[in-house]
């Protein structure tokens, strides 16, 4: 017999298992609850509702699909550091198969808002690394960044990109950053 899940990061492992098998729209509290050995009750001591539930898992899949410290430590430019965010997203489609097209899809009218919120916080932490490769890159054209064109708006730019790339599943990594180095080298 397994023993029962008792801590929110072994809930949560449990829960990113069952998107990885089921998707997103599977993740509810008395699943979770079974699949961790433990009773509806205890299961609210971690996640005061569905809700709660839902945004740590979505935000423990993104951490998982961008591990975001490991990238972090293997980057010198914003270049390398797109390659491998890309490269994380597709070693994890067989991993959570449907998530990126499933994950926006899975809420019910109350908890669309909070799965909203953990992927903006999600998402900002990503502009907030590729601010900080921008910032720090020092072979990037001098005079490039202007009054019009920030390194803010450069980045949300890239951003937006970069998601529409990953939610279209378009294949248009290579292009991408090309169009990235071009600009800023």
């Not at 926006?104 to 900080?132: D, P």
């Given at each position: 017999?397994?023993?029962?899940?008792?801590?929110?990061?072994?809930?949560?492992?449990?829960?990113?298992?069952?998107?990885?098998?089921?998707?997103?729209?599977?993740?509810?509290?008395?699943?979770?609850?079974?699949?961790?050995?433990?009773?509806?009750?205890?299961?609210?001591?971690?996640?005061?509702?569905k809700?709660?539930?839902?945004?740590?898992?979505?935000?423990?899949?993104?951490?998982?699909?961008?591990?975001?410290?490991?990238?972090?430590?293997?980057?010198?430019?914003?270049?390398?550091?797109?390659?491998?965010?890309?490269?994380?997203?597709?070693?994890?489609?067989?991993?959570?198969?449907?998530?990126?097209?499933?994950?926006?899809?899975?809420?019910?009218?109350?908890?669309?808002?909070?799965?909203?919120?953990a992927?903006?916080?999600?998402?900002?932490?990503l502009?907030?690394q590729?601010?900080?490769?921008?910032?720090?890159?020092?072979?990037?054209?001098?005079?490039?960044?202007?009054?019009?064109?920030?390194?803010?708006?450069?980045?949300?730019?890239?951003?937006?990109?970069?998601?529409?790339?990953?939610?279209?599943?378009?294949?248009?990594?290579?292009?991408?950053l090309?169009?990235?180095?071009?600009?800023?080298?």
């Amino acid at each position: 017999m397994s023993r029962a899940v008792t801590s929110e990061e072994e809930i949560l492992k449990v829960s990113c298992g069952i998107v990885a098998k089921k998707g997103i729209a599977a993740v509810n509290m008395r699943t979770v609850a079974s699949e961790c050995g433990i009773a509806l009750g205890s299961l609210y001591n971690y996640f005061s509702s569905k809700s709660e539930l839902l945004s740590a898992t979505i935000e423990a899949v993104w951490k998982d699909i961008f591990q975001m410290g490991k990238t972090l430590e293997k980057c010198e430019n914003i270049v390398e550091y797109l390659n491998l965010l890309f490269e994380g997203v597709e070693n994890s489609r067989s991993r959570y198969p449907k998530f990126f097209s499933m994950h926006a899809l899975g809420f019910t009218a109350g908890e669309r808002q909070e799965g909203k919120k953990a992927m903006e916080v999600y998402f900002l932490r990503l502009k907030n690394q590729m601010a900080h490769f921008l910032e720090n890159d020092e072979k990037i054209r001098q005079g490039i960044f202007t009054e019009n064109l920030t390194a803010e708006i450069f980045t949300d730019y890239i951003f937006t990109l970069f998601l529409s790339i990953l939610l279209e599943k378009q294949n248009e990594k290579e292009s991408f950053l090309e169009f990235v180095k071009n600009y800023l080298y």
